[in-house]
């Protein structure tokens, strides 16, 4: 087993935990966010505020349960010899570490989460699913 084979399960692992304690930061800090899509002053009670609000804590918690059902498929094993796929998961949690970081950081516009998210959660949970049922119709096969 050469050196990259062994690190690659350990920093998936580390790419998706460090998404996971991005999106739980977003969790804390979205106002800023909301607020800054807006031109005018906004308070808490309006509703053009209110449903912004409502779609960044949508995103970040379809993100969270995302990355929970991940990080169970990354426990589970299946995904364990997909070296390929594991990397580009990996490739792209990182970027979406570092966007959404950015994200909280530069106060971009609520909007601006779910294109990260596209990108960046539900490709790779795409991808997982994918090694999901590859894994089961391989372990089906050999039956």
Request: charged content about 15%.
């Amino acid at each position: 087993m050469t050196k990259l084979n062994e690190s690659i399960m350990p920093a998936k692992f580390l790419a998706v935990i460090c998404q996971v304690v991005m999106n739980i930061t977003i969790l804390y800090t979205h106002k800023q966010n909301v607020y800054s899509s807006f031109d005018y002053p906004i308070s808490d009670s309006d509703s053009d505020f209110e449903e912004a609000d409502r779609s960044l804590l949508a995103c970040a918690v379809i993100s969270l349960l995302l990355l929970g059902v991940e990080i169970l498929v990354l426990f589970s094993g299946l995904s364990l010899f997909y070296d390929h796929a594991n990397i580009v998961e990996i490739v792209l949690h990182c970027l979406g570490v570092i966007i959404t970081c950015w994200f909280i950081l530069d106060d971009w516009r609520y909007s601006g989460l779910w294109g990260i998210w596209a990108f960046t959660v539900l490709i790779p949970f795409i991808i997982e699913v994918g090694i999901v049922i590859n894994s089961k119709q391989l372990y089906n096969s050999q039956d």
